[in-house]
C-alpha cells in the first residue's frame, strides 16, 4: 500500500491550493484519512480528518479556511486550502488506516509529504 500526497506548492498570501492523497496498492477498506503538517523547527500537527462516512474535523488555526473532503471510489483524499497565511506554510503530511490483502487489520500508512509554501 502506498499513499501519494501532491498539489503542494509556492502561493501568495490569500491564495488557494487543493492537495491531493492518492492511495494504491491491495487495499479492502480505508477507514479513517488525515491531513498533517510540519513547520520548520516543530512538531507535526493534525490538521484535518475524514471518516469513511464523511464526518469530518479540524484544527482551529484551519476551521472555515480548509476543506477536507475524500472520493471513496478513487481512494484519494483531499485538503482544499483558502484564504492560505504564511503560518500555513509547511509540508503536508496524509495518513489512511487502511485495511489490504497484505495485512488485513487497519494499519496506518503516511504519504510522503508536499511541501506549501505561503509568501506573505
Known amino acids: 500500500v502506498q499513499l501519494q500526497a501532491s498539489g503542494g506548492g509556492l502561493v501568495q498570501a490569500g491564495g488557494s491550493l487543493r492537495l491531493s492523497c492518492a492511495a494504491s496498492g491491495r487495499i479492502i477498506r480505508i477507514n479513517v484519512m488525515e491531513w498533517y503538517r510540519q513547520a520548520p523547527g516543530k512538531q507535526r500537527e493534525l490538521v484535518a480528518a475524514?471518516?469513511?462516512?464523511?464526518?469530518?474535523n479540524y484544527a482551529d488555526p484551519v476551521k472555515g479556511r480548509f476543506t477536507i473532503s475524500r472520493d471513496n471510489a478513487k481512494n484519494t483524499l483531499y485538503l482544499q486550502m483558502n484564504s492560505l497565511k504564511a503560518e500555513d506554510t509547511a509540508v503536508y503530511y496524509c495518513?489512511?488506516?487502511?485495511?489490504?490483502?497484505?495485512?488485513?487489520?487497519?494499519?496506518?500508512?503516511w504519504g510522503q509529504g508536499t511541501l506549501v509554501t505561503v509568501s506573505s
Open positions: 475524514i471518516t469513511s462516512s464523511g464526518s469530518t
Open positions: 495518513k489512511a488506516e487502511i485495511s489490504s490483502t497484505y495485512r488485513p487489520g487497519l494499519v496506518d500508512y
